[in-house]
């Protein structure tokens, strides 16, 4: 199949996440054709991942792509079938064409075409529910898969966009990303003597502001840029003629290297008890406010950057280099990905991905030149 068929292939399948398994089984069944041991870890009910495996030479170079992509936001369905691939002007539309079909295509031609020409060893990943929770590369992350891995290449979008043709960009980092509950005591008085009691929305609503403010005060660094922090949610209410005793917030944050939740949540809980100690919030009944990490299944990403002395990076620059004739720029995403869960597990990792636009758009399109050129850097890449 040709490389363009091939990604027309890969985006008539659906698979919207929760509904990755007929493409992961169709990529899974691929992988065994081009000589690799093949596991499809099942993790949910009818979601999978594909891993695979193949050569014996080395530690293995792992290539990672999500199957899964968002819903067709803003498609107009009667007229435009989102899982039909359309070309116009060296562009290609689609679905899911740039994030991520094209990196998984570029992956599958890359290992199809080095098959007879290379010893070395590969692992693949074909992960599900990336744009969701990163539930598919966690479930990962509970097996050995990663552990004689050395390096890893993400063909993922990176989300700062270069949009030339002729140089090319290499994500070296992400920044992380992690969720704070806080509750904001106040003390509950009728409301007709309301100057007796303290309201957990005023006390609450200084701290969101003062929440808002401390984002020029966070850490910053070198590639990653700096921190930044919002409310994204605040809830208080008084079910009679009192005043309110409880406000809860959710903060999300992100962060850079070298932080990580317990030490933000401590950068915020400083915050909050400098608050008290000015003078500006007011204890309720000798209680603060507390913050904590908001549990959830999947641990929240961390942020990372690998090293531009990582001798496989200088491997996968050399083969952008000869295949482009340019060096790549390097730079860093400002949001998580699942890169940041294969970060956590040690591992030096890079994002090169295809040009494109428009992603979780109805305008989402690969730059069919990328997509070829991605294909052959691969190739290069494996074959050194
Ligand atoms: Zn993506």
Redesign the pocket.
């Given at each position: 199949m040709d490389s363009v068929d091939l990604l027309k292939k890969l985006v008539s399948f659906n698979s919207v996440f929760p509904k990755e398994s007929e493409l992961a089984h169709y990529l899974g069944d691929e992988l065994k054709k081009l000589g690799f041991k093949v596991e499809m870890q099942k993790f949910h009910d009818n979601r999978y991942n594909v891993l695979a495996q193949r050569g014996s030479k080395g530690k293995p170079t792992l290539l990672y792509g999500?199957i899964d992509t968002v819903p067709a936001y803003g498609y107009d369905l009667v007229n435009r079938d989102p899982f039909k691939l359309e070309e116009r002007d060296g562009k290609l539309y689609a679905l899911g064409a740039y994030?991520?079909k094209a990196g998984i295509a570029a992956i599958l031609k890359a290992v199809e075409e080095t098959k007879n020409e290379s010893e070395r060893a590969i692992k693949v990943m074909f992960v599900s529910d990336?744009?969701a929770d990163s539930t598919g590369t966690y479930y990962v992350t509970k097996t050995d898969f990663f552990k004689d891995v050395e390096f890893a290449v993400a063909t993922?979008?990176s989300d700062i966009h270069d949009m030339n043709e002729k140089t090319r960009t290499l994500s070296l980092g992400r920044r992380g990303r992690v969720q704070y509950e806080i509750n904001v005591p106040g003390k509950s008085f009728h409301a007709a003597r309301m100057e007796h009691g303290i309201s957990a929305v005023t006390e609450a609503s200084k701290l969101a502001i003062e929440l808002e403010k401390m984002n020029s005060e966070l850490p910053k660094h070198p590639k990653l840029s700096h921190g930044n922090q919002y409310v994204r949610r605040f809830f208080s209410e008084s079910l009679s003629l009192s005043i309110p005793d409880e406000a809860t917030m959710l903060v999300d944050r992100h962060l850079v290297v070298p932080e990580n939740a317990e030490s933000a949540r401590k950068h915020i809980e400083d915050k909050i008890n400098q608050l008290y100690a000015r003078g500006i919030m007011q204890e309720a009944n000798g209680k603060r406010a507390t913050i904590r990490v908001k549990p959830r299944e999947v641990p929240y990403l961390m942020p990372y950057f690998t090293s531009e002395d990582n001798p496989h990076l200088k491997r996968l620059s050399a083969a952008i280099e000869k295949t482009l004739v340019t060096k790549p720029n390097y730079n860093c995403g400002l949001s998580v990905?699942d890169e940041n869960l294969i970060a956590m597990q040690g591992i030096p990792v890079v994002s090169y991905g295809p040009i494109g636009e428009g992603?979780h758009s109805n305008g989402e399109w690969v730059s069919k030149k990328s997509y070829l050129e991605l294909i052959e850097v691969l190739k290069t890449f494996l074959a050194f």
């Open positions: 999500h994030d991520m990336e744009e993922e979008i990905a992603e």
